[in-house]
């Protein structure tokens, strides 16, 4: 067989599957990214994987870049993409990816033990602000009214500031079609 018809048989036996995983995504024909653990996981990851013209012969391009990955550290990163490396060079001429999904799965734990996430420095600078120890305090801003909107809000109000009884007729009305009127 050549390449090309092992990466044909390896792509339908991989579409049939991962038929309706949403963890399994292709993004072309040799190009698929698949997601460790769930969304929520902070020890999930996401594998891009690629195929060269010469696989299954040669090993499938690994990366960890995609965006979802941007709370894993850079040597977390490599030592992920190190052990999966193993793993292929182990399986080398023959159909490895539902392999290699299948063993970075069972491994997680393994391959995420030294995990320490890392935080932007988009979401320090913004934790620094709204912490009372920064310095600076920030004065809240009240809604400003026109003198026009002033006369208005003046206008509704009984002396004591409150609104009638009744002013919000769409509130009234919602009410009533909820309780319903009497029974005869």
Do not use: C
């Amino acid at each position: 067989m050549t390449a090309n018809e092992d990466q044909e048989m390896e792509l339908e036996a991989l579409r049939s599957i991962y038929e309706g995983d949403d963890r399994f995504k292709e993004l072309s024909p040799t190009s698929f990214q698949f997601r460790i653990g769930d969304h929520e996981d902070s020890k999930a990851f996401l594998l891009d994987v690629s195929w060269p013209k010469t696989y299954p012969d040669t090993g499938p391009q690994m990366s960890l870049d995609a965006f979802f990955n941007n709370r894993l550290s850079t040597a977390t990163k490599q030592y992920i993409v190190d052990k999966l490396q193993e793993q292929v060079e182990a399986n080398l001429g023959t159909a490895m990816m539902y392999t290699l999904f299948e063993w970075a799965k069972e491994n997680q734990e393994t391959l995420m033990e030294n995990h320490q996430p890392v935080t932007n420095a988009l979401m320090l600078a913004t934790n620094n602000d709204a912490s009372p120890a920064s310095g600076i305090k920030k004065k809240e801003k009240k809604e400003q009214l026109t003198k026009a909107q002033k006369r208005k809000l003046v206008g509704r109000t009984d002396n004591k500031g409150e609104l009638p009884r009744g002013w919000d007729w769409v509130d009234v009305i919602k009410h009533l079609s909820k309780t319903g009127g009497k029974e005869d």
